[in-house]
């Protein structure tokens, strides 16, 4: 779920803390999850190779591993910190192999899926995240995919501020509205949402297929085939 700097520093709390509190920072993280890994249940591929760009704390690949069956996973993330709560999630789930590295500078291994939560938006640039894409379909074997969970603007502003507002008063479940607001600044310094319309569009000039499997308020999950 990670890449680039430490997500303690990024989201402002102990790394230990990560897996008690993303939950009330983004709004329906579990049914996001849960309709990830569903996507990769249904895609029913025989003992893949799951490559997770922005592993963080493993909580979406072991919920891929448990919808596929024999599985292997190679999971890649900047934050060695990170991983090293990830390992221990998945320590008796085998093969697992997990890389510290940024996903957006080292080769992606040859693989049946790929699979992304609430990392790719750390890609700041349009042309990068084109790049990113790209790369990932040519690590993608025929009749493969791509499953990704993350944060996707409207087209309408109007749509994509009430989003907003609705983000913030999530956070206000559990913080002032002071502490939300500072939440959602710091964020906005690493964090780049680009339109649905732009990554569907990105997605299919690199040769996938894609369709939203998912969608509440600002997030969504996108099936790429």
């Known amino acids: 779920m990670t890449d680039g700097s430490g997500v303690s520093a990024h989201l402002q709390i102990p790394l230990h803390e990560y897996d ?72 008796r789930a085998e093969p697992v192999e997990l890389r510290v590295g940024s996903f957006a500078e080292v080769a992606l291994p040859a693989c049946q899926l790929i699979v992304a939560s609430l990392s790719l938006h750390h890609i700041a640039a349009p042309g990068a995240k084109r790049a990113l894409y790209r790369r990932c379909r040519e690590a993608v074997s025929p009749g493969g995919a791509m499953v990704l969970a993350d944060c996707y603007l409207p087209s309408s502003e109007q749509i994509a501020a009430e989003g907003m507002r609705k983000w913030h008063r999530h956070l206000e479940q559990f913080y002032s509205p002071s502490e939300s607001e500072s939440f959602l600044k710091a964020w906005a310094q690493e964090d780049t949402y680009f339109r649905l319309v732009e990554e569907l569009e990105w997605l299919g000039e690199a040769g996938f297929s894609p369709e939203v499997l998912w969608r509440r308020d600002l997030f969504a999950v996108l099936l790429c085939r």
Not at 33 to 55: H, K, M, S, Y
């Open 20 to 91: 008690g509190r993303i939950r009330t920072f983004v709004p329906h993280y579990e049914e996001m999850l849960d309709e990830a890994a569903g996507a990769v249940r249904t895609l029913g591929f025989a003992a893949p190779v799951i490559v997770d760009l922005g592993t963080g704390t493993g909580a979406l690949a072991a919920r891929c591993l448990e919808a596929a069956p024999g599985g292997s996973l190679i999971g890649i993330d900047a934050d060695p910190g990170m991983l090293s709560i990830a390992r221990a999630r998945l320590v």
